[in-house]
């Protein structure tokens, strides 16, 4: 039988305070975090951070594991702010500006961000260069395997880097590629020996862990690779180049008036090219979307959201430039006559 609530009991007398009770979980999550890491390596490194904690939750929990830890750190926008005083708190690079700026005008050995709910991560080099989280999964896969000897399956979304391939590969490490969302990742996580998990957005998780993104973690094995390698973010994504080689990204995103159609759908399939700026189309992957795998390593990929009428075109290559014509590609494959009179 369900209980009912009387409303007006409630209104004459006031609630019953001895029902609700306060919990700090902080100290433990510290505990648990810090235990995870070499805080006394990080104590000898003392390397000094910028915090962006972009009004969020990680306010007084990322910079103090980061303090706990043994490092020397500034914070900039820790208050806590509902509207997040008009900034998007996502850990991008143009949500970025004033960290980068802050960076460039003092000195630092990197700076970190987190998201508005602390689960994504984001990083400064010492010279203001944004490091995206694609280079942070990566950085941090290398740091478990050669530093910290770690093994097990590596699992990745569709829209992330192919460094994690590269480094997989590299280190024999099965691996796994999911449709976009951190749920397919922890889910994997639950059922297999998973040494680390990541996504497009920031979201990591690693093995010993909570199977799932968590920004502090991210940012403590992130330190723990500067401590243990004595050198500086910008030091750790030279030694991640000589590895991988150079890897850019982009995406765009296609405000629709109305959602894409199946119709639609079909005829983007039907009126894909065979070859993008003179490169064969090695494979075609529906995961998650249409991913456009090219035979030089670059890749493009067009996903609809599941949410709202926009579609997403990500790209991946070995420059710039090229990143910047493959979004054109996808957005002329849109925008094309036959995908338009399907709708």
Known sequence: MLATLDVDAIRREGPDIRLLSHVDLVPAYLEQVLDFVDTAKIHTAHPRLLVDLLYG?????????????????????????????????????????PLIDAVRHASFDGAIASDGDGDRIGAVTEHGDYVSPHHIFAL????????????GGVVKTVSTSTMINQLAERYQLPLYETPIGFKYIGQLMLEQDILIGGEESGGIGVKGHIPERDATMA?????????????TLGGLMEQLRERVGEHF???IDLHLRYPITSKQQAAIRDHLPQQIEHVRIKDISERD????LLEDG???????????????????????DIVQRLLQTGR????????QQAA
């Not at 941090?140 to 093994?151: A, F, K, S």
Request: charged share 25%.
């Open 332 to 339: 002329n494959i849109i925008e094309g006559e036959d995908v």
């Open 57 to 97: 939750s990680s306010g007084g929990v990322l910079d103090r594991a980061l303090e706990e830890a043994g490092c020397e750190v500034q914070t900039i926008h820790r208050e806590r702010n509902p509207g997040f005083d008009s900034l998007n708190p996502e850990p991008i690079e143009e949500n970025l500006h």
């Open 140 to 151: 941090l896969l290398i740091h478990l395997v050669e530093d910290r000897g770690m093994h």
């Open 298 to 320: 670059s890749w493009l990929l067009l996903r609809a959201s599941g949410t709202e009428p926009v579609l997403r075109i990500y790209a991946e290559a070995g420059t710039p």
């Open 249 to 251: 990204y982009d995406r």
């Open 289 to 292: 979307g249409i991913k456009l």
């Open 219 to 231: 940012a403590l094995l992130l330190i723990e690779m500067m401590a243990m390698r004595q050198t």
